[in-house]
């Protein structure tokens, strides 16, 4: 493929909810371009940008993936995302390099959940944005109702630029509010004609509205106008893309993916009124420690990131990067700022797909691909050495939903920690970690789904196989009462035995306060230099947990007497006589089991409030307030016992058609309702 200069490039996400028809979009767009022969199908599993073995089995896109095109003399990288919220990251990293944000909205279903989502993350960075309304040509498809919507939901800053003619199965051609001329798709492409009678008037009102609306924004336009100097339709476009590049003006066109029909006028916008990475003139970067602004050129040393990492079992770690300045050429070494390690970039190439092409050089702006970047991953900078600067972070979602696993035998074991090391490289967002109190490997996601791929690619990507199990919530057990007791260890089995006594006073202290071994030795009745191991004991009983078998806290223990063998006394005897002591006074004590309690914030629209809250209440949680966000949206924060909201993430996207999202965070610990007890001490002795 052509190397193309910065002016020429134009980066576009496609975005949306999944089923809107971004990937059909993106095939598309590459048939039209002559980029592939024929029209690719999702259902039949053979388009471009949805190549993974997963997905073909699902039907949707699961990762994000490149596929430019040459368009008149310009080059456009189209980045298909994912519209499942499972796998909302890569809609985050593909916002973050790109300089226009295509939604792809269904005329048939509207403004869905995964566009508002991915509007606040594009209008968060402030990235140029455009709408099409795709899907014309199906059952109870509307383009007056989704154009409401989007008002609805995104402003006055909606700006339709074409009008559909005809609708479901009469939908045969697009209306130019520019030109004032009609594009009819019957033979394939697009033919220009006059505006249909029919849609005549309309045509010329929505017109006359759309240059009002763009010549306010242009002073000189402005004057020229009430002159009655209309503008042409390359000044229109001119002064729109003014205000597409400053993201207050939002084109939306339509047409139909599966058609095709305007698509080719969708690429036709994309390049006239779409910004080129020049709207970039600076980037605020981090360099020793503080936040600087450089220069972005197109000529000098390079300056990338990495923004996308797969890992390929054949040619291993793939690295899709921008060019955030400068030029790119092979055989250059650049400094990763986050490692340390100097990475040679031996070839460097365009990714179509899952197939590359390699170039002789890549522009500033510019999207390309290079292999076996050992030391760098996702979000990383990579300049020339002596020249540390890092970009801003990409922007990622915390996973809300985790799973324990296990490997399935000691083969997988052994590959195990490696493999995962290798899919975290790939998606970031994924977290393993391990719980000292539960002894589980936790797997976190986004969902059900990211984590059921996630194990799938562990076993087509590196052959390790794992299974899956509950999760364990971290109980823990203290005391409600004060009790004492005798720790005694004798054991004769001849020449020096073990002997030792330790005399404990057992008493609650305030919840959180932990652990406290107090010292009430007198008269030497334990010799100073074993009373350690009395605390030793008692502190590895606490860990080993208690009598309902929860690791214990929130102890003070005394120890008041004891007695000892001038021969037969040792460090390990009054270490026993701790633990057994302690044993015997957590019988004693009225031990009760603590559960982990979380802090929990549900953002969701007003209509399901009610819904949200009255279940958090059925799950023992407390609502602790209200507040309005963004969009009036309602923020519910409350605390809610961690043992309710194993599997909230799914819950809550049930409960509110998939418009709510949370956050959690352990806040503390508090007594477990007695009548729940004797069934969690039965659960914990069965996973035992």
């Excluded at 005329?107 to 944005?129: F, H, I, K, S």
């Amino acid at each position: 493929m052509k190397v193309y200069p910065p002016e020429k490039i134009r980066n576009v996400a496609l975005v949306g909810h999944s089923g809107a028809g971004k990937t059909t979009l993106a095939e598309a767009l590459l048939y039209r371009a002559g980029t592939v022969s024929r029209l690719g199908r999702v259902e039949d599993g053979n388009t471009v940008t949805d190549f993974d073995p997963e997905e073909h089995e699902r039907g949707f896109s699961l990762s994000l993936a490149l596929a430019p095109f040459e368009w008149h003399g310009h080059k456009i990288n189209i980045i298909d995302t994912p519209g499942s919220p499972d796998f909302v990251a890569d809609v985050y990293a593909a916002l973050h390099v790109a300089d226009l944000a295509v939604f792809v909205v269904s005329a048939a279903d509207g403004v869905e959940v995964g566009t508002e989502r991915a509007w606040r993350v594009a209008e968060d960075l402030g990235l140029p944005r455009m709408i099409f309304i795709n899907k014309l040509d199906k059952e109870q498809a509307s383009f007056d109702r989704t154009l409401e919507a989007l008002r609805d939901r995104f402003g006055a800053g909606i700006a339709p630029i074409e009008l559909p003619i005809g609708e479901e199965d009469a939908f045969h051609g697009v209306a130019d509010l520019f030109t004032d001329k009609a594009y009819i798709y019957d033979s394939g492409s697009g033919q220009e004609v006059e505006i249909p009678e029919e849609l005549a008037a309309r045509e010329h009102e929505v017109h006359d509205n759309l240059v009002e609306g763009i010549v306010v924004a242009d002073d000189d336009l402005l004057e020229r106008y009430l002159d009655g100097d209309v503008p042409d339709a390359a000044e229109l476009e001119k002064t729109m893309a003014v205000g597409v590049a400053n993201a207050t003006v939002f084109p939306v066109v339509c047409g139909s993916a599966t058609g095709p029909i305007a698509v080719d006028r969708l690429a036709d916008f994309i390049v006239e009124i779409g910004p080129s990475p020049l709207r970039r003139e600076t980037l605020s970067v981090t360099a020793g420690g503080s936040e600087v602004a450089v220069d972005l050129t197109s000529d000098g040393d390079p300056l990338i990131q990495v923004f996308k990492t797969i890992a390929d079992p054949y040619v291993g770690q793939i690295s899709l990067f921008r060019v955030l300045s400068g030029k790119l050429m092979p055989e250059q070494s650049l400094h990763n700022q986050r490692s340390g390690s100097d990475e040679k970039f031996s070839k460097i190439a365009v990714m179509v797909g899952k197939e590359s092409e390699a170039v002789d050089h890549l522009a500033m702006g510019d999207l390309g691909a290079v292999a076996k970047l050992n030391e760098t991953g996702t979000g990383d900078t990579l300049s020339v050495k002596g020249q540390p600067v890092k970009a801003p972070a990409i922007r990622r979602p915390t996973p809300v939903l985790a799973t324990a696993i296990h490997a399935k035998t000691q083969a997988d074991t052994d590959k195990l920690a490696n493999a995962l090391r290798r899919i975290q490289q790939e998606d970031p967002v994924i977290v393993v970690e391990r719980s000292a109190e539960t002894k589980q490997t936790l797997l976190r996601g986004m969902g059900e789904a990211h984590i059921a791929i996630t194990l799938q690619r562990l076993s087509r990507k590196f052959g390790v196989e794992v299974e899956t199990e509950q999760v364990r919530v971290p109980y823990r057990e203290t005391i409600s009462r004060r009790a004492q007791a005798e720790g005694k260890y004798k054991k004769q089995s001849g020449g020096h035995g073990q002997f030792g006594v330790a005399m404990l006073r057992l008493e609650p202290t305030q919840r959180g306060e932990g652990f406290e071994f107090v010292d009430e030795i007198k008269g030497g009745s334990i010799p100073r230099q074993f009373i350690p191991a009395v605390e030793q004991g008692i502190m590895e009983t606490m860990v080993d947990g208690g009598i309902l078998g929860f690791p214990v806290v929130d102890v003070r223990v005394r120890c008041y007497d004891g007695k000892y063998h001038s021969v037969d006394s040792s460090e390990m005897s009054f270490k026993m006589a701790g633990r057994l002591g302690f044993k015997a006074g957590m019988e004693d004590a009225g031990p009760i089991v603590l559960e982990p309690i979380s802090k929990i914030a549900v953002t969701v629209p007003s209509n399901y409030q009610g819904d949200v809250m009255g279940d958090l209440s059925s799950r023992r949680g407390q609502v602790q307030g209200t507040e309005t966000a963004t969009g009036g949206r309602q923020v519910i924060t409350a605390l809610v016992p961690t043992s309710e909201i194993i599997s909230y993430a799914m819950d809550l996207r049930s409960l509110t058609q998939g418009w709510g999202t949370f956050s959690a965070e352990h806040d503390h610990y508090q007594e477990l309702p007695s009548h729940l007890t004797d069934k969690v001490v039965a659960e914990a002795k069965d996973d035992d």
